[in-house]
């Protein structure tokens, strides 16, 4: 299994400032996502950080919004640039050793971002 | 598209059992399921890839119908320790979207003494 640490574990942040989220996992992974979870809710995929190209966004994410960076097969960041209140989340990254339908995805302890 | 689970909600007592379903519209090519316990990370329970499956232990276990469109996760004489948050996700098979999970909207567990 892959161990996943991410920081900062929580952060309180200014409208209009932008915060950047680092994810590392403990082996080499060939996938790594970044989820957000609105408190109570489910866990929303925002895209696939994809490593030496474009990460793939979902519908309602955009990369202005959302640039994700992937230098290597065990680190990534996402940042959450221009951010509003409504940013408010736990945003958690995930890592699967392989790009397979059968293939344990396993979680960081997530980022709490507050956005005043 | 996004799986649906039932009951949205489950209190029980310790020792009882209780069975939290996924269904879709769509047969899945794979169903995960994990436990989330407040200010925590989602932790990994089990995978099901077949239809027909049916896996895990004596205490958790989880199938898959044969048509893939449903996954039952079964949890037996219930301990306080099972309590939290239960998701599902739905795994995607082509093209970029290999591998990538899509979850429900999650089942509260809460067990009392």
């Known amino acids: 299994s892959a161990v996943i640490s991410q920081k900062p574990s929580r952060d309180i942040c200014q409208r209009g400032t932008s915060l950047t989220i680092q994810c590392q996992v403990d082996?080499?992974?060939?996938?790594m996502f970044w989820y957000r979870q609105q408190p109570g809710q489910s866990l929303t995929l925002i895209a696939t950080?994809?490593?030496?190209?474009?990460?793939?966004?979902e519908s309602g994410f955009v990369i202005d919004k959302f640039p994700i960076s992937r230098p290597n097969l065990t680190f990534s960041t996402l940042t959450v640039s221009n951010m509003s209140p409504e940013d408010s989340s736990i945003y958690l990254c995930?890592?699967?050793?392989?790009?397979?339908?059968?293939?344990?995805?396993?979680f960081g302890p997530g980022t709490r971002l507050l956005v005043l | 598209q996004q799986p649906v689970q039932s009951p949205q909600a489950v209190i029980l007592r310790e020792g009882e059992d209780a069975v939290i379903n996924c269904s879709s519209s769509?047969?899945?090519?794979?169903v995960h399921w994990y436990r989330q316990k407040h200010g925590e990370a989602p932790v990994f329970l089990m995978i099901?890839?077949?239809?027909?499956e049916q896996k895990g232990h004596e205490k958790i276990s989880a199938s898959f119908n044969e048509k893939k469109q449903q996954s039952s996760l079964y949890l037996t004489a219930s301990q306080l320790s099972y309590s939290g948050t239960y998701f599902c996700?739905?795994?995607?098979?082509?093209?970029?979207?290999?591998?990538?999970?899509?979850f429900g909207q999650g089942t509260i567990l809460t067990v009392h003494p």
């Open positions: 995930s890592a699967a050793a392989r790009q397979a339908i059968q293939e344990t995805q396993y």
């Open positions: 082996s080499q992974v060939t996938m």
């Open positions: 950080a994809n490593q030496g190209s474009e990460a793939t966004y």
């Open positions: 769509k047969a899945l090519y794979s």
């Open positions: 099901l890839l077949k239809g027909g």
């Open positions: 996700g739905a795994a995607h098979a082509g093209g970029t979207s290999y591998g990538k999970l899509t």
